[in-house]
């Protein structure tokens, strides 16, 4: 993420934070920071390894509960995919998920059909909806073309 918009969601996470009486520490900025810089969904382990190169005095724990957290607070999403790590995405906007099972790499995709499914009345009875998000799991094109070259 670049430029203004970048700038934008550091102002929205400095605000959130102050509002759920969080300190906007250097170590949550640094890992904030590091989250709205990835390309793809990382996993607590990713993040602590990132982290520690700017605070090397840092723990695990630290990362981990400050995600976390940022999950809780709305800042991040957390994607959990059933016997993996939790994984966390920055985009909190309404989307959905590529997730390959052979490398584990997670895409965001976007589609207009899926944002406005229509959930049954019997699991609306019984449970109330807030978000939905849509999963599909197969083969990225490298996994799924395992001789080809790609740059």
């Keep these: 993420m670049q430029g203004e918009g970048k700038h ?12 759920h009486h969080l300190k906007v520490t ?7 920071r590091e989250l709205l810089n ?8 990713e993040m602590f390894q990132t982290v520690k190169n700017e605070f090397p005095n840092i723990s695990y724990d630290t990362v981990s509960r ?13 994607v959990e995919i059933y016997g993996g790590a939790k994984r966390f ?3 909190v906007a309404n989307h959905h998920h590529l997730h390959c099972v052979s490398c584990g790499k997670i895409l965001d995709f976007h589609n207009d059909e899926y944002n406005n499914l229509v959930i049954p ?16 799991k ?14």
């Design 89 to 91: 995405d920055p985009n």
């Design 8 to 19: 934008t969601l550091l102002k929205h996470f400095a605000e959130t934070c102050k509002a």
């Design 121 to 136: 009345d019997e699991i609306r009875q019984g449970f109330k909806i807030f978000a939905s998000r849509v999963l599909l």
């Design 38 to 45: 990835s390309t793809d969904h990382p996993s607590v382990d």
């Design 66 to 78: 400050t995600m976390l957290t940022f999950a809780e607070i709305g800042i991040v999403d957390l």
């Design 26 to 32: 250097p170590q949550r900025m640094a890992i904030y």
């Design 138 to 151: 197969g083969f990225c094109e490298q996994c799924s073309n395992p001789g080809k070259k790609f740059p």
